[in-house]
């Protein structure tokens, strides 16, 4: 029980470094491939925590689920070889009691379970009475309020240290990556949970090795935490995506090409030049504040034009006119298409409801 206790005491304070790097297989396959991902592991000194999938979520039956129970003996062992805490993914209460049972250090909630309260609050109940960190993966789909629904399960399940994963969202068309990062809803949960733990999941967002230090810069220009990064000894034959896991040695070396930044600097020079700037943003917001007010009141004067005449609001060609003419301002402004297309998508709408109140008062 004392070292259950000692274990559990260094895992806090594990979790309070940045960044947080944890790695390892997405499947663990056989004892040895475990074993020897640990000892590659920490022989780079990169990597805090091990993680290994143990059960499975597939999307299709027949297809590797993981080897299951007998698996975690292979982690304990591994921990005690290395002195690489272990993490393992759970998405039943049975999942949970095992995992803890052969003392895994960090349990992680998946997409596929974060997306079904009923399956959280199952995990949830499971870990009443338990001292353990949890991570909590972003639900499948593009919804905030369900990530949240289960931080607030497991919080009030009595887990003190939780902490959040982003990996993607899966979003339809979608050909660059697997799983799209939408990170403004990944800063948006930070901004709502501004002292709790977040790292980027790179691997699933990716789907495939070759960007994986792209979206791993960007995620710690973004000031996360840490990442976590799928690693096997042979990646192209790992039982299960292959094509998004590299090898420690690779892991390591992508990790000291990234530049690793800070939130903030201890320059009082830096900082009066940064809020000068920031102040002339203020500023920039203001006029654009005013300029959409004024916008809304012209349209507001076409709804009431529409009433008059009984036209309807949405004007399709006048609308395909806007975007067209906006693509062309937007390039030569250095404005991204996709920027331009969410930005008028949103002032449209707007448009549309202030123009539907006058329609119908």
């Known amino acids: 029980m ?16 940045r960044p947080l790097i944890i790695s390892g297989p997405c499947s663990a396959e056989t004892e040895e ?30 297809s590797f689920e993981g080897v299951g129970t007998k698996g975690l003996p292979w982690l304990q062992q591994a921990r005690k070889t290395t002195g690489l805490p272990v993490a393992v993914e759970v998405a039943t209460g049975k999942q949970v009691e095992d995992a803890l049972h052969f003392g895994v250090d960090v349990l992680w909630i998946g997409a596929r379970t974060t997306v079904n309260p009923f399956s959280v609050q199952d995990v949830a109940d499971a870990l009443k009475g338990v001292d353990v960190p ?43 990556y697997r799983n799209a990062p939408m990170w403004h809803l ?15 999941d790179p691997s699933h967002i990716c789907g495939r090795r070759d960007i994986l230090s792209a979206v791993a810069q960007k995620a710690i220009d973004l000031d996360f935490d840490g990442l976590i990064i799928e ?38 020079e830096l900082h009066a030049q940064m809020e000068k700037m ?8 203001d006029e654009l504040m005013q300029l959409l007010g004024q916008r809304m009141k012209v349209a507001e004067q076409i709804g009431q034009y529409k009433k008059d005449n009984n036209i309807t609001i949405l004007q ?13 301002k937007g390039e030569q402004l250095g404005l991204g298409k996709e920027f331009i297309t969410k930005y008028f998508d949103a002032v449209h709408m707007e448009s549309i409801n202030h123009q539907n109140k006058i329609m119908n008062s």
Do not use: C
């Open 316 to 328: 399709t060609n006048r609308w395909n006119e806007i975007l067209e003419r906006a693509f062309v």
């Open 134 to 176: 949890v991570l909590i993966k972003n639900p499948i789909n593009p919804d905030l309020e369900l990530w949240i629904g289960a931080v607030e399960r497991v919080a009030k399940a009595g887990i003190q240290n939780i902490g959040l994963i982003h990996r993607g969202f899966s979003s339809y068309g979608n050909t660059e």
């Open 186 to 200: 990944a800063i948006e949960m930070k901004r709502r949970n501004p002292g709790m733990l977040m790292i980027n």
């Open 2 to 17: 004392e070292q259950t206790v000692q274990q559990a005491v260094d895992i806090k304070q594990l979790l309070t470094k």
């Open 231 to 268: 690693s096997h000894i042979d990646p192209d034959n790992a039982w299960s995506d292959a094509k998004q896991q590299i090898t420690p040695e690779r892991l390591a070396e992508m990790l000291n090409g990234i530049k690793w930044r800070r939130e903030d600097i201890n320059s009082e």
């Open 278 to 285: 920031r102040s002339q943003i203020n500023h920039l917001d």
């Open 33 to 62: 491939q475990v074993m020897q991902t640990a000892i590659r592991l920490a022989a780079t000194g990169k990597v805090d925590i091990m993680r290994a999938g143990i059960w499975k979520p597939r999307t299709r039956p027949g």
